[in-house]
Protein backbone atom coordinates (compact mmCIF):
# COMPACT_ATOMS: atom_id res chain seq x y z
CA UNK A 1 0.00 0.00 0.00
CA UNK A 2 2.45 2.39 1.00
CA UNK A 3 4.55 1.57 -2.55
CA UNK A 4 1.66 2.44 -4.39
CA UNK A 5 1.11 5.72 -2.63
CA UNK A 6 4.41 6.44 -3.20
CA UNK A 7 4.38 5.84 -6.70
CA UNK A 8 1.12 8.01 -7.54
CA UNK A 9 2.47 10.69 -5.56
CA UNK A 10 5.60 10.24 -7.77
CA UNK A 11 3.52 10.55 -11.23
CA UNK A 12 1.30 13.66 -9.65
CA UNK A 13 4.46 15.85 -8.60
CA UNK A 14 6.42 14.94 -12.88
CA UNK A 15 2.93 15.89 -13.68
CA UNK A 16 2.98 19.01 -12.17
CA UNK A 17 6.37 19.54 -12.71
CA UNK A 18 5.87 19.44 -16.36
CA UNK A 19 3.07 21.87 -16.02
CA UNK A 20 5.58 24.36 -14.50
CA UNK A 21 8.39 23.99 -17.13
CA UNK A 22 5.74 24.49 -19.90
CA UNK A 23 4.11 28.05 -17.95
CA UNK A 24 8.04 28.82 -17.21
CA UNK A 25 8.98 28.56 -20.97
CA UNK A 26 6.15 30.22 -21.97
CA UNK A 27 6.98 33.23 -19.94
CA UNK A 28 10.73 33.15 -20.45
CA UNK A 29 9.99 33.21 -24.66
CA UNK A 30 8.13 36.04 -24.24
CA UNK A 31 10.69 38.16 -22.41
CA UNK A 32 13.42 37.15 -24.67
CA UNK A 33 10.96 37.88 -27.71
CA UNK A 34 10.61 41.25 -26.13
CA UNK A 35 14.54 41.79 -26.02
CA UNK A 36 15.18 40.46 -29.19
CA UNK A 37 12.93 42.64 -31.12
CA UNK A 38 13.70 45.86 -29.54
CA UNK A 39 17.57 45.13 -28.80
CA UNK A 40 18.45 48.41 -29.90
CA UNK A 41 16.05 50.22 -28.33
CA UNK A 42 17.50 49.25 -24.99
CA UNK A 43 21.40 49.54 -25.62
CA UNK A 44 20.17 53.43 -26.46
CA UNK A 45 18.23 53.56 -23.38
CA UNK A 46 21.36 52.10 -21.51
CA UNK A 47 23.89 54.23 -23.07
CA UNK A 48 21.40 57.07 -22.06
CA UNK A 49 21.28 56.36 -18.41
CA UNK A 50 24.84 55.42 -18.27
CA UNK A 51 26.38 59.13 -19.69
CA UNK A 52 23.38 60.91 -17.39
CA UNK A 53 25.04 58.79 -14.31
CA UNK A 54 28.15 59.92 -15.49
CA UNK A 55 27.64 63.37 -15.83
CA UNK A 56 25.82 63.26 -12.38
CA UNK A 57 28.49 61.18 -10.01
CA UNK A 58 31.70 59.62 -12.15
CA UNK A 59 32.57 57.84 -8.85
CA UNK A 60 29.78 55.45 -8.73
CA UNK A 61 31.05 54.66 -12.58
CA UNK A 62 34.41 53.61 -10.75
CA UNK A 63 32.52 51.44 -8.06
CA UNK A 64 30.56 49.45 -10.98
CA UNK A 65 33.52 48.80 -12.97
CA UNK A 66 35.53 47.83 -9.94
CA UNK A 67 32.85 45.52 -8.74
CA UNK A 68 32.58 44.03 -12.22
CA UNK A 69 36.16 43.59 -12.47
CA UNK A 70 36.38 41.63 -9.31
CA UNK A 71 33.48 39.55 -10.53
CA UNK A 72 35.30 38.83 -13.73
CA UNK A 73 38.42 38.00 -11.68
CA UNK A 74 36.34 35.51 -9.10
CA UNK A 75 34.29 33.62 -12.29
CA UNK A 76 37.71 33.11 -13.60
CA UNK A 77 39.11 32.08 -10.60
CA UNK A 78 36.18 29.30 -10.29
CA UNK A 79 36.66 28.43 -13.54
CA UNK A 80 40.31 27.56 -13.20
CA UNK A 81 39.62 25.54 -9.83
CA UNK A 82 36.78 23.68 -11.72
CA UNK A 83 39.16 22.40 -14.51
CA UNK A 84 42.03 20.59 -12.22
Known amino acids: ?3 NNIINENKLLKEENTILKEKLNKYMNQHKNYYEN ?5 NEKAKK ?3 KLSEENPEKIKE ?3 NAYL ?3 E ?3 NEKIVEL
Open 49 to 51: RLK
Open 71 to 73: KRK
Open 38 to 42: NKEII
Open 64 to 66: YRR
Open 1 to 3: MDY
Open 75 to 77: KLK
